[in-house]
């Protein structure tokens, strides 16, 4: 299992933007779900964003829907999270992950293939 490496994190204030980037080899990303998920100390991963290219659908957790665009380049085998607005709640280890199964819920434990992940710090 090769693990996906997140990058493009930062130090942001609120308001600011960051994109997030996510590129694997080995496989590609045009015959499967690729997600981002976020993860705080003392709680759970939580799904942001995934994207099925199974069937073309867009998963975006309530609190950032408007703000973030989940994107990917199959020529570049690599998947994006653009964030804009961002607010303090946003802070997390980010990190992207790949569904090898069939088309299902934007859920941490249908992922794996789990890297270091990305900080993002939205702090004033």
């Known amino acids: 299992e090769v693990p996906l490496q997140a990058s493009g994190g930062g130090l942001v204030q609120p308001g600011g933007s960051l994109r997030l980037s996510c590129a694997t080899s080995?496989?590609?990303?045009?015959?499967?779900?690729v997600g981002w998920f976020r993860q705080v100390p003392g709680k759970g991963r939580e799904g942001v964003s995934c994207f099925s290219n199974y069937d073309g659908t867009t998963y975006y957790h309530d609190s950032v829907k408007g703000r973030f665009t989940i994107s990917t380049d199959n020529t570049k085998n690599t998947v994006y999270l653009q964030m804009t607005s961002l607010k303090p709640e946003d802070t997390a280890v980010y990190y992207c992950?790949?569904?090898?199964?069939?088309?299902?819920?934007?859920?941490?434990?249908?992922?794996?293939?789990w890297g270091q992940g990305t900080l993002v710090t939205v702090s004033s």
């Open positions: 080995g496989f590609t990303f045009d015959e499967y779900a």
């Open positions: 992950a790949v569904d090898f199964g069939p088309p299902r819920k934007c859920q941490w434990d249908y992922y794996g293939n």
